[in-house]
């Protein structure tokens, strides 16, 4: 029970597998949760305890309330409860302009971002206030701050969830509990691998850093964020996209 526990919700594959890389070579034991990729979850676990970490599986859509409380549960019983919660798991969206989507195309995302990002954080938050020590990191998008065409329903969902980040930081605080936005860019990952070259060469172009994010790269300032050295930050929001974006 030493170790520190990080659950990373959609952690099969990008930016969360990098992310539970990253968190056990820092000596976390991490939980990799996944909906259906059985095999590359327990193919990166496999990984993981090869190079000398600790990793688990568990199976849970993060939108079911009943499998997120079966994957608490477990961990709470077996291990001790999670001490670091990193909130990645990709919900979709349907890709419109405003005028040409319907309400409930734009609140699916709506209520799929903030209902998983709420109930895991509940959960987690509760173990996390006993214990004095907590770490919550929730994935958004520079999308949130950075408008573009046909992402009115994903940006506008991780707006509201950097919003609630912010008041998850006020109240959570005195409990030794932080909550803090990593908000990629344009990421290599499976996800964006069919995007047009020249789409990728013009936002290359247009970033400072002149290159585009690998999922190291945000795993990087998620480790930072989990870690014991950034107890005195929370409530912020991290643009990982090379300047991109800038406030």
Not at 31 to 48: G, R
Not at 111 to 120: C, I, Q, R, S, W
Not at 214 to 242: F, M, W
């Amino acid at each position: 029970m030493s170790k520190r526990n990080a659950l990373i919700t959609g952690g099969a594959r990008g930016i969360g597998a990098a992310a539970a890389r990253a968190l056990a070579e820092d000596g976390y034991r991490v939980f990799i949760n996944y909906v259906n990729s059985v095999q590359v979850a327990a193919e990166l676990a496999a990984a993981i305890s090869a190079r000398g970490g600790e990793a688990y599986t568990v199976q849970a859509d993060v939108r079911n309330d009943e499998q997120v409380q079966a994957m608490f549960s477990r961990i709470d019983q077996e291990f001790g409860g999670v001490d670091v919660l990193v909130s990645n798991a990709n919900m979709n969206f349907t890709a419109k302009p405003f005028v040409e989507q319907s309400w409930a195309e734009f609140a699916q995302k709506l209520n799929d971002e903030l209902h998983a990002a709420y109930v895991t954080a509940q959960l987690a938050a509760i173990g996390m206030r006993e214990r004095k020590f907590g770490r919550l990191v929730f994935i958004s998008s520079t999308l949130s701050e950075s408008p573009a065409p046909s992402f009115i329903a994903h940006g506008t969902a991780k707006g509201a969830l950097d919003s609630f980040n912010k008041y998850l930081a006020l109240e959570l605080g005195p409990y030794g509990i932080t909550a803090n936005i990593v908000a990629p860019g344009l990421v290599e990952t499976d996800a964006t691998r069919d995007a047009p070259e020249a789409f990728k060469e013009f936002i290359r172009s247009n970033t400072p850093t002149q290159k585009i994010a690998t999922p190291e790269d945000v795993a990087n300032t998620i480790r930072y964020l989990a870690s014991e050295a950034s107890g005195h930050i929370t409530g912020t929001y991290n643009p990982v996209c090379g300047g991109a974006y800038l406030h």
